[in-house]
């Protein structure tokens, strides 16, 4: 099979209901996933990573049995948090809606109130947040900017994000240092609890 034939199959595949284990556990996605949460979770909606429809994933060297798959309309009905940070982009404040990162995870059936979170964006880039400082800044998984649905290759359509205009240690730092830990386009999440 060629490379067009396989992206083809597989975007198409994509785009029909998940039919997997979820099913039975009535938490099956409609749409395409688009962030899927790996590691210490108790409430899988998926198996494990399949390397063929799976690639992005593979890729990038993740591997798990079990996962909790968000679809956008997953993520919508849970109750939305709105910020308004300064962005280091334009230097200019931006609305920024979505539900807490805290939520999601509890979704997902996270747990633990300690350990990290491997955060992976669509180009690789993953930087490590402790559960602490997760819930210390209130990260949210924006959905929105200034109203909008935030589009694949702009900065969505997922964003890890907080208000750092509102935390003084972090307002203190230049703008363009405030969000290291802020994966834009953001696709996957490992919770590894304290100890791993």
């Excluded at 938490?27 to 996933?33: D, K, R, V």
Aim: charge should be positive; hydrophobic fraction near 45%; aromatic fraction near 8%.
């Amino acid at each position: 099979m060629d490379k067009r034939s396989f992206l083809a199959t597989a975007l198409g595949s994509a785009a029909l209901p998940f039919t997997g284990p979820a099913s039975a556990q009535g938490q099956s996605t409609n749409s395409p996933a688009l962030l899927t949460v790996t590691g210490a979770i108790s409430k899988p909606n998926r198996g494990p990573l399949d390397p063929v429809l799976d690639q992005m994933m593979a890729k990038q060297k993740i591997s798990f049995d079990k996962a909790h798959a968000f679809d956008f309309g997953m993520l919508a009905a849970m109750t939305p948090v709105t910020i308004k940070p300064t962005l280091e982009y334009d230097k200019k404040p931006h609305q920024l809606r979505g539900p807490l990162l805290a939520d999601v995870l509890k979704a997902a059936g996270v747990t633990a109130d300690s350990g990290k979170l491997a955060m992976r964006a669509v180009d690789g880039y993953s930087p490590a947040l402790s559960m602490a400082d997760m819930r210390k800044y209130r990260f949210i998984v924006a959905t929105h900017l200034d109203g909008k649905p935030m589009p694949l290759g702009g900065l969505g359509p997922l964003w890890a994000v907080y208000d750092a205009d509102r935390f003084p240690d972090m307002a203190a730092k230049p703008v363009d240092q405030r969000f290291a830990f802020c994966p834009w386009a953001l696709y996957h999440i490992d919770v590894q609890a304290a100890g791993v």
